[in-house]
T-cell receptor, first 111, second 115 residues
């Protein structure tokens, strides 16, 4: 079983839609959690960290569920520019500098 | 401009011919890291470094070496490349590590093909 698992998609949604992705992680003692965004043929960029209490940044909301070992990303009012691959990232237990990436969920927002 | 610079961007080479991919950052970051990205597997961490002369293995270190003699540079060395090391490689850096609100700044990537 992979340490970090994501549904690869693709998710094809119309502009303005709300879309949510989940990511599961295998080690219950994982420490830090992130969502990164990667555009086609480009480098990953941090979208947001995920905090235990959940956090919001504009149209994006991230949640952490430690009991069920998953994190989620909700995108409201999708824009064409949201089309990208979203990478879930988890740091290993007892070593916050060892990062494990999911394979990514691909989102396409259509007009 | 703050950036992470990798060279080369593209390289096609043959099995067994030693190669080095350079990575340099101009942000005075302490933490640097190398990843490889393969279809269906996502990014996998190869090595990381917390500071000068401090390096640690990531998820897939076999077949790779790194060094951190200066803060700004973190080269990735393939002593005897093999075809299974054909991949897209990213270097990244951050100020102190990977905690919350410590974004990893990635280079543009190096596409290696080992024939």
């Amino acid at each position: 079983r992979k340490e970090v698992e994501q549904d690869p998609g693709p998710f094809n949604v119309p502009e303005g839609a709300t879309v949510a992705f989940n990511c599961t992680y295998s080690n219950s003692a994982s420490q830090s959690f992130f969502w990164y965004r990667q555009d086609c043929r480009k480098e990953p960029k941090l979208l947001m960290s995920v905090y235990s209490s959940g956090n919001e940044d504009g149209r994006f909301t991230a949640q952490l569920n430690r009991a069920s070992q998953y994190i989620s990303l909700l995108i409201r009012d999708s824009k064409l520019s949201d089309s990208a691959t979203y990478l879930c990232v988890v740091t290993r237990p007892y070593n916050n500098n060892d990062m494990r990436f999911g394979a990514g969920t691909r989102l396409t927002v259509k007009p | 401009e703050a950036q992470v610079t990798q060279n080369p961007r593209y390289l096609i080479t043959v099995t067994g011919k030693k190669l080095t991919v350079t990575c340099s950052q101009n942000m005075n970051h302490e933490y640097m890291s190398w990843y490889r990205q393969d279809p269906g597997l996502g990014l996998r961490q190869i090595y990381y470094s917390m500071n000068v002369e401090v390096t640690d293995k990531g998820d897939v270190p076999e077949g790779y070496k790194v060094s951190r003699k200066e803060k700004r540079n973190f080269p990735l060395i393939l002593e005897s490349p093999s075809p299974n090391q054909t991949s897209l490689y990213f270097c990244a850096s951050s100020l102190y590590g990977t905690g919350p609100d410590q974004p990893q700044h990635f280079g543009d990537g190096t596409r290696l093909s080992i024939l």
